[in-house]
């Protein structure tokens, strides 16, 4: 079994900053993805920021130049460090893990993260 445990939300101001954290435990392959996600009331999740144990990371257009992810030494860990928050950028969080043949998806319970104008 895999657990991911977010941490990090919260209500920030407009311009502000937040950082999110995520611990994946259980069974964790050497190899894998992992992500923030983002869910808005009515509006589909979407994809924030992922980064791969090999370095590679990419992100939402939306987010470029204003969000960070970064991954722990440990690789079960992952970081978004939101800059310059904006009323768009409130949503439900979620962490994400993709691993093994068929990038298994595992998500956290997920955290909110609010943007005051």
């Known amino acids: 079994q895999v657990q991911l445990v977010e941490s990090g939300g919260g209500l920030v101001q407009a311009g502000g900053s937040l950082r999110l954290s995520c611990a994946a435990s259980g069974i964790i392959f050497s190899i894998n993805n992992m992500g923030w996600y983002r869910q808005a009331p009515g509006k589909q999740r979407e994809l924030v920021a992922a980064h791969t144990t090999t370095g590679r990371a990419n992100y939402a257009d939306s987010v470029k130049g204003r969000f960070t992810i970064s991954r722990g030494n440990a690789k079960n860990t992952v970081y978004l460090q939101m800059n310059s928050l904006k009323s768009e950028d409130t949503a439900v969080y979620y962490c994400?893990?993709?691993?093994?043949?068929?990038?298994?998806?595992?998500w956290g319970q997920g955290t909110q993260v609010t943007v005051s104008a």
């Open positions: 994400n893990l993709k691993q093994g043949r068929d990038s298994y998806d595992y």
